[in-house]
C-alpha cells in the first residue's frame, strides 16, 4: 500500500512537470540578417581602413597629444569604463547564484510553552538528570551551519551567467565606441579650429586690402573722380570685415573650449600649427568591403552581444515555467543549557531535505516575464540589423562625399586664383578710369568669399576623412 502512495505521486509530479512544460506560450520568431551588399559601390576594395590603429591614421602631433589627453580623462569615457566594472559584478553575482550558499547561525533566546500543552506535557515527563525535571522557562542555545543549494536542471543559472558574460562584452564594445567617437570628436573639431584660424588670418589681410582701398577712394574723392558714396560704401565694406573678424574670433574660442571640455579640463589655448592649412593632405583611405564592419565596427559588434545576451534571457525566462530542485542541510549544536550544548550525540542537530516546486496554475507573472524577454529579443533583432544598415549607409555616403569634395576643391582653388587676380585688374582699371569703384568694390568682396570658402571645402575634405574612418570602425584599438 505504501509502495503504491509512492508511485502515485511520483507518477502526479511527472504529470505537473508535463503539463508546465506543454504550457509554455508560444511567440513569434525573427532570425537577423547578416547579408550586407557586396562592395561600397566604388573600385577600392582593399583591406579596410577601420583595421588601421588611430596613431598611423592622425599623423598631427598636436592632435595626436589631444586625443591622449582625452583617453585619459575624458567624464563620458571614465563613465563608460565604470558600466564595465559594473557588468563584471553582475558575471560574479551571476556565477556565484550556481554555487551552494553556505552560512552560519549562532542564537540564544527563552521559552515557556504551556503546562496543558503537548510541548509542556513532555518537558514535564522528562528529567535531565535523576530528580531534577526540565525547567518551567527553557533557554535556547545553538549554533551550526546550514546550506542551500539549487540544482540548475534546465540550465537557468548557467544561461543567466552566459549572459551576463555576453552584457559584459557589450560593455566592452560599447567602450570602444565611445573612443571612436571622441577620437572622430575631437579630429574633426581640431581641424575646424584650423580652417577658423585660416579664415581670421585671411580676413585680417583683406582688412588691410580694404583699408588701402578706403585711403584711396579718399583721395580719388578729394581730386573729384569718386562721390562721397563711394567712400562710404569702402568704409562700410571695412567695418563688415571688422565685425567678421570678431565673429571668427568667438568660434575659435569656442571650438577650443569644445576640445578643452572632451579633454576634461577648464579652458586654455589649444596648442596647434596654424600655418600650411590648405597644404594637408588628407588621409588614403580604403574602404574594404562591408562585411567587414561587421567585426570592425563597435556599435554593430555591441549590437549583436546583446542579441546573444536577449535570446540567453529567452531561455532563462523559459526556464521559470519548469520546476526547480532545492537542496537545504543544516549541521549544529543545541540545548536549553549552556553545559550540555557540545555534548555529542545528545545535542547534535542535523537536516537534509529535497525540495521540487515549480508553477501550476496562476502562472501569468512567469508568461508575462517570458513575453517581455521575446519582445526584447525582437528589439535586439530590430537594432542589428539598424545598426548594419546604418555602418553602410555611413560608409558610401563619406565615399561619396570625399569624391565629391575633391573635384568641389579643385575648382574653388581655380575660382580663388582668378578672383585674386581680378583685384589687380579692377584697381589698375579704376585707376585709368576704365572701370568704377562699385566693380573694385563687388570683386573684393567675391574674392575674399571664394578664400573663406575655399577653407571651409578644405576644413570638410578633412572631416569627411575622419568621418569616413569613424565609419568603418576605427579609432578605437
Known sequence: MFKKNIYKGVAFVLICIAYTACKVPQVAQRTENKNVPGSFNTSIDTLSSGKVQWRQFFTDPNLASLIDTALKNNQELNITLQEIEIAKNEIRA??????????????????????????????????ITPGKEVPEVLPDYGFGI????????????RNAKKAAVTRYLSTVEGKNFVITNLVAEIANTYYELLSQDNQLEIVKKNIALQ????????????AARVTELAVRKFEAEVLSSKSLEFDIQQQITESENKINFLLARYPQTIVRDKTSFLDLVPPTIQAGIPAQLLANRPDIKQA???LSAAKLDVKVAKAQFYPSLGISATLGYQAFNPTYLLRTPESLAYSLAGDLAGPLINRNAIKAEYLTANAKQLQAVFNYEKSILNGYMEVANQLSNINNLQKSYELKSKQVLALTQSIEIANDLFKSTRADYFEVLMTQRDALQSKLELIETKKQQLNAVVNIYHALGGGWN
Open 211 to 222: 583699408s588701402n582701398a578706403l585711403e584711396l577712394m579718399k583721395i580719388q574723392k578729394q
Open 94 to 127: 551571476k556565477k556565484g547564484e550556481l554555487l551552494p550558499t553556505v552560512g552560519y547561525r549562532v542564537g540564544a533566546g527563552l521559552e515557556k510553552v504551556g503546562r496543558y500543552t503537548s510541548g509542556g506535557a513532555g518537558d514535564a515527563s522528562t528529567e
Open 146 to 157: 546550514q546550506a542551500n543549494w539549487e540544482a540548475d536542471i534546465w540550465h537557468k543559472l
Open 304 to 306: 549583436e552581444y546583446d
